[in-house]
């Protein structure tokens, strides 16, 4: 069965650093694209990152120079570090896993999701 779950949300005051991670199992995820969505108060789910197998990554807009993706295959398990956190990053933050070589950015592509971790940022 495969699992993923995730780990590292929490309050944290605007312009704090928080690092997500999330572990996966129940079968190999070297060869797949991983991302993180959130999903904020009231709104729909949407993209956050995602990392390639070979390394590319994608961000969505507003989190690029402040948020990093990375991914240790050796440990089934990617991050999110987030930095100059602000208020409008609070969400429930999902990780995802896809099957395929490209950085993908839409949730239909994504096969495996995580049961998400809550962010709050305070101002």
């Known amino acids: 069965q495969v699992q993923l779950v995730e780990h590292g949300g929490g309050l944290v005051q605007a312009g704090g650093s928080l690092k997500l991670s999330c572990g996966g199992s129940?079968?190999?995820?070297?060869?797949?694209?991983l991302g993180w969505f959130r999903q904020p108060p009231g709104t729909e789910r949407e993209f956050v990152a995602a990392?390639?197998?070979?390394?590319?990554?994608n961000y969505k807009d507003s989190v690029k120079g402040r948020f990093s993706i990375s991914r240790d295959n050796a440990k089934s398990t990617w991050y999110l570090q987030m930095n100059e956190l602000k208020p409008e990053d609070t969400a429930v933050y999902y990780c995802?896993?896809?099957?395929?070589?490209?950085?993908?950015?839409?949730?239909?592509?994504?096969?495996?999701w995580g049961q998400g971790t809550r962010v709050t940022v305070s101002s």
């Open positions: 995802a896993a896809a099957r395929g070589v490209g950085v993908y950015y839409t949730e239909r592509r994504y096969d495996f």
């Open positions: 990392i390639g197998w070979t390394g590319g990554t």
């Open positions: 129940g079968r190999s995820f070297n060869s797949d694209c």
